[in-house]
């Protein structure tokens, strides 16, 4: 599975953004997605994951309430819909395929990664 994930930019505080990640391959439907993100001097983090039907997902507290993941199968497409974007948003944002079938956290247990795309969020 290749994973290429668009939509990062440059965004004032407030502001929104919606990333896309866009997979290749016939079997996207057969993983969990997730994205995480990486700052610059910090480990990678989960933001958010879901389920192989889009049924099931789950956040991070630190972007309950602002951000909405969704898939689109028919697509092989995963979304992440950014609302109220704070400075402490910055970061590299990654998207990653999981062929377990609960969602995890834990960036080691992922199978595939994209390359990145970089949020930047102004105050």
């Known amino acids: 599975v290749q994973l290429v994930e668009s939509g990062g930019g440059l965004v004032q505080a407030g502001g929104s953004l919606r990333l896309s990640c866009a997979a290749s391959?016939?079997?996207?439907?057969?993983?969990?997605m997730g994205w995480f993100r990486q700052a610059p001097g910090k480990e990678r983090e989960f933001v958010a994951a879901?389920?192989?039907?889009?049924?099931?997902?789950y956040y991070a507290d630190s972007v309950k309430g602002r951000f909405t993941i969704s898939r689109d199968n028919g697509k092989n497409t995963v979304y992440l819909q950014m609302n109220n974007l704070k400075p402490e948003d910055t970061a590299v944002y990654y998207c990653?395929?999981?062929?377990?079938?609960?969602?995890?956290?834990?960036?080691?247990?992922?199978?595939?990664w994209g390359q990145g795309t970089q949020v930047t969020v102004s105050s």
């Open positions: 990653a395929a999981d062929l377990n079938v609960i969602i995890r956290t834990t960036p080691s247990t992922y199978d595939y």
């Open positions: 391959g016939r079997t996207f439907s057969s993983y969990v």
């Open positions: 879901i389920r192989r039907s889009g049924g099931s997902t």
